[in-house]
């Protein structure tokens, strides 16, 4: 992975020299052309909104569609009001990185605006898109193999998708070797991820490329505008969906400040649980209701009387578990949280082949935080996981505790 990792990075930054050094030698070819797709770029990156949740890797995370969209019509573009294009590849490519730079400035200086290997993945994106386009185009092989009519427009919504599936390859490559996690799961993560968004931003981008094509330049504002205005309300929602975490996370500290639970275990908890889903390969949907349902999974010990030592369920009476498990669904359901995650609280007693996915990693991760007692020793996580491989006949399903043994295990070593 460090070989592919480096072999990426080197292969961005010589074209991304051999693109802005060509076009300062050569200067900008139709620049009224390049000058608005940069606008549209740089607006996109300016604008990029915060993803609820974070990313696969549950990092925090953006998303500049716009900009993305733009970058690939300009990629795509083979005419502008029936005049044909000039610029080239690299061309493409400089553009795109100026004006990639000049919409993040405004935010560097809070802080770095965009990482490396997200800038990296955007030049190798945009030089694939155009390297595929471009001299197929200039060349007139373009029009002698697909011609002008639905061919032409099915093979730039191919090159669309064939780029977002490359980008999910060094993206996937990227996270394995930052994390050291495998590949196969985080390739499946970003896989699921971009299902609905991809082709979205493939099919604008081939539809703006095709429009400039025969209106021209005007043709911008009225693909751009409507899909600004969607950045918005997304921007809205993901406020919402952050506002409504905090809630859930507020509720769930509830047992910590009744004194049922020790501080900081229901976070714990829900990290632990959050990153044994992402081994597993889980869909942000799922891991979203394994967070909720973890920090939520104790919740029903405020119907007990007297707090349970060190607020550890794992070694009570089955039939106590049942019922704490149960008043803590009931209490779940009450909040107007999904049912789903009512469902993941409401099982954890029950044996793991009658729970849900999600229901079993928050058993296993509780039942290693009770162990651990939140000060996990190099020592006490083998005990702990010695123990939950013990009770893999019954309590605990074995391939999560292989999972949370891999993650305990990286996290021991950073």
């Not at 609820?52 to 716009?66: E, I, K, V």
Request: glycine content about 10%.
């Amino acid at each position: 992975m460090r070989y592919l990792v480096a072999l990426s990075r080197g292969a961005a930054a010589a074209l991304s020299f051999a693109a802005l050094g060509l076009t300062l030698w050569r200067g900008l070819e139709q620049p009224w052309v390049a000058l608005a797709f940069a606008a549209v770029v740089a607006v996109g990156e300016s604008v990029r909104v915060q993803l609820p949740g974070g990313d696969h890797d549950g990092n925090p995370a953006t998303s500049a569609p716009l900009a993305a969209a733009g970058a690939l019509g300009y990629a795509l573009l083979g005419e502008v009001g029936g005049e044909r294009t000039t610029g080239g590849v690299l061309q493409v490519v400089a553009v795109v990185i100026v004006a990639a730079l000049a919409g993040n400035a405004p935010r560097a200086a809070a802080g770095p605006a965009l990482e490396l290997d997200h800038a990296v993945r955007g030049v190798l994106a945009v030089g694939f898109a155009a390297t595929c386009f471009q001299p197929l185009y200039t060349s007139g092989a373009l029009a002698q193999w697909v011609g002008p009519g639905p061919y032409y427009a099915l093979y730039l919504l191919a090159v669309t998708l064939l780029t977002a599936l490359c980008d999910s390859l060094l993206a996937a490559v990227f996270a394995a070797n930052s994390t050291g996690r495998p590949f196969g799961p985080l390739l499946r993560g970003r896989l699921r991820t971009r299902v609905g968004i991809a082709p979205a931003i493939g099919a604008t981008g081939a539809v703006i490329a095709l429009a400039v094509a025969v209106a021209g330049l005007w043709a911008l504002p009225v693909f751009c505008v409507p899909l600004l205005l969607t950045l918005f309300s997304f921007r809205r929602y993901a406020t919402v969906r952050a506002t409504y975490r905090q809630t859930i996370a507020s509720l769930a500290r509830s047992t910590e400040v009744a004194g049922y639970t020790p501080h900081g275990h229901a976070r714990r908890v829900a990290e632990l649980s959050c990153a044994v889903g992402r081994e597993l390969g889980l869909a942000h949907p799922e891991l979203t209701v394994l967070e909720y349902a973890a920090l939520m999974h104790d919740i029903g010990q405020l119907s007990l009387v007297d707090p349970v030592a060190s607020g550890a369920t794992e070694g009570l009476d089955p039939e106590l578990q049942r019922r704490i498990a149960l008043l803590g669904g009931a209490v779940v359901r009450q909040t107007g949280v999904a049912s789903e995650v009512a469902v993941v609280v409401e099982r954890q007693a029950d044996p793991f082949r009658e729970q849900p996915l999600t229901a079993r990693i928050v058993r296993a991760v509780n039942a290693y935080e009770d162990m651990v007692a939140g000060k996990a020793s190099m020592e006490g996580s083998l005990r702990a996981l010695e123990r939950l491989r013990l009770g893999s006949a019954h309590d605990y399903e074995p391939r999560v505790v292989e999972a949370l043994s891999r993650v305990v295990s990286r996290g021991s070593r950073g």
